[in-house]
């Protein structure tokens, strides 16, 4: 996303997005005002942060295999840890967010497309400690950082698989029976977040939870945005600029927010 796409998007977003007082849902208003719009600074978040911290001072350089969107000409490159984290980790407030969706749903199992250095599994765990995390990363190297992170931070629920997604998500999948909640941040091309939808969609239930990353990153992220909220089975879509949110209960009516964030 170019600096100047990106204001622009979220120009348009900000002049459609809603605020608490225009939700005459009971489910969403509820979500909104007691997990999105939450302030407390819970002490997990001091777990994780110190983690992000000593990344961002890791100036040691890794080798990175880049399978998503953003590798165009050359995939495979040498980058410092401490750029890593800034760039391809979720903000503290985007994390801390996913932190409280896992604490309010408290998924049995969580599925995560894109490990990184590990902050948004981390926060996903903190929120649901007793949750089954399978996390899904294509960087061997990126993994082995998070395994420390994990480690670090004395967290033993989550399963990390190394590879090409769309290989290992079949097998996952399979495994796994069902998914509860789903984050994907691990690809930004059109297709295959559609078609990551489409695969994890048929190991949901109508109490599951999908979360997308970045969908205003692209105009190819948007589209698939709209195919995907347009999808028969997504009852109630949810547009934070930065995120986006996806229910599938059956007693909701079809319906679409764009709210501040």
């Given at each position: 996303?170019t600096?100047l ?15 608490s ?28 942060e ?44 985007k ?27 981390m ?6 400690p ?15 950082v ?5 480690r ?13 997604f769309e ?14 909640l ?11 977040v559609?078609?990551y939808?489409?695969k ?23 589209s698939?945005?709209?195919m995907?909220i ?5 009852k ?11 229910f ?7 319906e679409?927010?764009?709210l501040?964030?």
């Amino acid at each position: 996303m170019t600096s100047l796409c990106g204001v622009l998007r979220y120009i348009k977003y900000y002049l459609r997005a809603r605020n608490s007082y225009s939700l005459h849902s009971p489910f969403v208003f509820e979500l909104y005002t007691k997990v999105i719009s939450d302030k407390q600074k819970y002490p997990e978040y001091k777990i994780v942060e110190k983690r992000r911290r000593e990344l961002l001072r890791n100036k040691r350089l890794i080798s990175v295999f880049d399978m998503g969107a953003g590798a165009v000409k050359h995939p495979e490159s040498f980058r410092r840890i401490k750029t890593i984290i800034k760039r391809s980790s979720s903000t503290p407030a985007k994390a801390q967010l996913l932190f409280r969706l896992a604490r309010y749903f408290n998924p049995e199992k969580i599925l995560e497309l894109g490990t990184s250095m590990g902050i948004s599994t981390m926060y996903l765990s903190c929120g649901a400690p007793q949750s089954e995390i399978i996390t899904i990363e294509g960087c061997s190297n990126i993994s082995s950082v998070a395994e420390s992170n994990f480690r670090k931070a004395k967290i033993t629920n989550i399963q990390q698989n190394i590879g090409n997604f769309e290989i290992l998500l079949p097998k996952i999948l399979k495994k796994m029976q069902h998914v509860d909640l789903l984050f994907v941040d691990g690809d930004h091309k059109k297709e295959k977040v559609v078609d990551y939808f489409e695969k994890c969609l048929e190991y949901s239930g109508s109490e599951s939870v999908f979360i997308f990353d970045d969908i205003h990153w692209s105009n190819g992220m948007e589209s698939a945005w709209e195919m995907i909220i347009n999808h028969p089975r997504v009852k109630v879509s949810i547009d934070l600029f930065y995120f986006g949110i996806l229910f599938f209960k059956e007693e909701l009516s079809k319906e679409r927010f764009i709210l501040r964030f």
